[in-house]
């Protein structure tokens, strides 16, 4: 009896425990296979790569330390305590057939499978299995490993062994990314609550999403076209709260030189000469080469209004009222702003106030070319343009600065000014 309420206490401490979660990826739209995915620990900072085909194991949840059970050097177990499913790596000392056991405390066997081991690290998922204390039993030709695992879940489902991956880099105790056509498993450092950015990309197509996983899932990227008249080729993201929206929206600023008839937009970098224009040009900021492909290229108003149109084919610049339902979708002009934001101080000024980017949006703060020709505040704010004109000289934007959370909207100002330029997909 005394064993039974130490079980119990046990059950009861350990139910919080982390719990690992296997993400996979798949695309549609524009493509049905997934390239390449970059997962970005946005809570965290903590950047990796996998291939599309891969599957990203979060582990290390947050709770209270796992109890290590004592096992040989040759099988692990975790998470241990297993609530919903657990991950069993072998390493056989040779190749071959094996069983694989999972045994309740009487002896009884509740799942069991037959594998071919590879001689390096093979990884088998364990899922349905009611709450209690059991044995792993590997046995090979030569060879029988054993190891413990406690369970306080309470599963619907069977009990059930699937094995999920080979590791050809077993001695190093890591994941090979190189295997052509292979599907491997990726382990990424993940605490409860964490937010994560998938970028999945398809050839030309790169697609956003951000999630806070708290289950095994499917990330599905919508691949959508986005490529400018210079063939340069833009990550989209949707923006919804789940009430309002979607909004399909440009992941990057844009930097065309071209409309979208394949006329070059006048490039003038002389100040004297910009100060003076009535008819769209473009720049980066500071004359600087390069400079554009982190914070896009500014544009003045003429650029944005002109009828051969600067965004990709099916893309437009929002108008100001655009610009503001984006916020609303948000939370309101007040908050927006850190949501979208990219987060820290690598190119943003400190203190870079409340950014989280959990929509994936990522705005950088690209500064602007004033009316007159100078550039200014690169690092402290950003401004884009809207279509909305005030007008003859005037047009509506809207910005964002380091020091707070606000998507503000900047007085009518000189459509000689030069901004960065966000595209908003059209309309179905």
Not at 127 to 135: A, C, E
Not at 194 to 217: E, H
Not at 273 to 282: C, D, F, M, N, R
Not at 336 to 349: L, N, V
């Amino acid at each position: 009896m005394k064993l039974l309420f130490s079980f119990f206490i046990i059950i009861c401490a350990l139910k919080a425990n982390a719990q690992n979660y296997l993400i996979s990826f798949a695309g549609t739209g524009g493509s049905s296979t997934v390239n390449t995915v970059k997962v970005e620990n946005l809570t965290a900072g903590t950047t990796l790569t996998l291939n599309g085909t891969d599957i990203l194991r979060l582990t290390g949840a947050v709770g209270i330390n796992q109890v290590e059970y004592e096992q040989s050097s040759e099988i692990k177990i975790y998470p241990n305590p297993m609530t919903d499913n657990s991950i069993l790596q072998i390493y056989p000392h040779e190749a071959g057939d094996a069983i694989i056991n999972i045994c309740d405390m009487t002896g009884k066997t509740v799942a069991q499978i037959k594998s071919y081991l590879e001689d390096y690290l093979q990884e088998f998922r364990l899922s349905g299995i009611n709450s209690g204390f059991y044995l792993i039993i590997v046995k090979g030709s030569t060879y029988q490993y054993s190891g413990k695992l406690l369970c306080n879940g309470n599963p619907s489902g069977k009990e059930r062994i699937e094995k999920i991956s080979n590791n050809q880099a077993a001695a190093k105790k890591t994941i090979n990314t190189d295997h052509k056509g292979a599907q491997t498993t990726i382990d990424m450092a993940y605490s409860a609550g964490d937010r994560l950015k998938f970028t999945g990309i398809s050839g030309i197509y790169s697609t956003v999403m951000t999630d806070i996983p708290a289950s095994d899932k499917t990330i599905t990227f919508n691949f959508i076209t986005c490529t400018d008249a210079d063939g340069n080729n833009y990550p989209v993201v949707e923006i919804s709260n789940g009430k309002a929206g979607p909004l399909i929206v440009m992941a990057q600023n844009l930097m065309t030189t071209r409309y979208n008839d394949g006329t070059l937009i006048p490039q003038v970098s002389d100040a004297l000469e910009w100060s003076k224009l009535t008819i769209g040009a473009v720049c980066n900021y500071d004359n600087s080469p390069g400079i554009d492909l982190t914070y896009g290229k500014l544009y003045n108003w003429y650029a944005v209004s002109d009828i051969r149109h600067i965004c990709p084919t099916g893309w437009h610049v929002p108008s100001y009222e655009h610009w503001t339902t984006l916020a609303v979708i948000l939370g309101g002009v007040d908050v927006a702003g850190c949501k979208i934001k990219e987060k820290g101080i690598t190119h943003w000024d400190y203190p870079n106030t409340g950014a989280t980017n959990e929509t994936g949006f990522t705005a950088l703060p690209g500064g602007f070319r004033d009316a007159s020709g100078p550039f200014l505040f690169m690092g402290r704010v950003t401004h884009w343009w809207s279509t909305t004109s005030n007008s003859f000289d005037y047009a509506w934007s809207r910005g964002m600065s380091a020091n707070n959370c606000e998507i503000f909207a900047v007085n009518p100002y000189y459509k000689r000014c030069g901004y960065s330029v966000r595209c908003f997909k059209d309309a179905p």
